[in-house]
């Protein structure tokens, strides 16, 4: 049973749409994370957000926490080909432990 | 180049071999962590360490098993290897807990034949 439920699995769009990735739990986080990751690299940071309802933005990028901090969502902007990854989301869980908890992952293309 | 260092980038075994995995964390991290990625199941969190000392376990196989050092590099032993261990080893670090976030490396590729 995967913790952190992620949707869709795989996305392809053309440059310049806007898309939304979700993420799902039932648990609820202290933190949850937004990393990047493309072929033959490790994930990359995007962002941490911290408390309920906060809303980041990075560039294009808009981070949402749910007000439960349950879910979260990523909103990419007139998304562009160099945003074309693997999106995960990952959750620190309540209990005094350090270790994210990661999402299966959002397959994102965006064609030219 | 995030600073977190795995060596090797790749390795190709046999079924039953033991292979030895070795990461370098960024300079100042005192926590490392190893998750395997694989194509079906996502990131999957394996162990941490913190300052030489275990932290956290998760689904980590009895044939697998992991020591920082006094200098806080980590290795990841894995033995009696089967196909199904084919995956990407990724380490992290991190400061201390998550608040900041992981740096992984670039991973360690493992393909057993």
């Known amino acids: 049973t995967q913790l952190l439920e992620q949707s869709p699995q795989f996305l392809s769009i053309q440059e310049g749409e806007n898309l939304t990735v979700y993420c799902n739990s039932s648990s609820v986080f202290s933190s949850l994370q937004w990393y990047r990751q493309e072929p033959g690299e490790g994930p990359v940071l995007l962002v941490t957000?911290?408390?309920?309802?906060e809303v980041k933005k990075l560039k294009r990028l808009t981070f949402q926490f749910g007000d439960a901090r349950k879910d979260s969502s990523l909103h990419i902007t007139a998304a562009q080909p160099g945003d074309t990854g693997l999106y995960l989301c990952?959750?620190?869980?309540?209990?005094?432990?350090?270790?994210?908890?990661f999402g299966s992952g959002t397959r994102l293309l965006v064609r030219p | 180049d995030s600073g977190v260092t795995q060596t090797p980038k790749h390795l190709i075994t046999a079924t039953g071999q033991r292979v030895t995995l070795r990461c370098s964390p960024r300079?100042?991290?005192?926590?490392v962590y190893w998750y395997q990625q694989s194509l079906d199941q996502g990131l999957q969190f394996l162990i941490q360490?913190?300052?030489?000392?275990?932290?956290a376990k998760g689904n980590i196989l009895e044939r697998f098993s992991a020591q920082q050092f006094p200098d806080l590099h980590s290795e990841l032993n894995l033995s009696s290897l089967e196909l199904g261990d084919s995956a990407l080893y990724f380490c992290a670090s991190s400061v201390a807990g998550v608040g900041n976030g992981y740096t992984f490396g670039s991973g360690t590729r493992l393909t057993v034949v």
């Open positions: 360490y913190y300052n030489g000392e275990e932290r």
């Open positions: 957000v911290v408390t309920g309802g």
């Open positions: 990952a959750g620190a869980r309540m209990d005094s432990s350090y270790k994210l908890i």
């Open positions: 300079s100042g991290d005192l926590s």
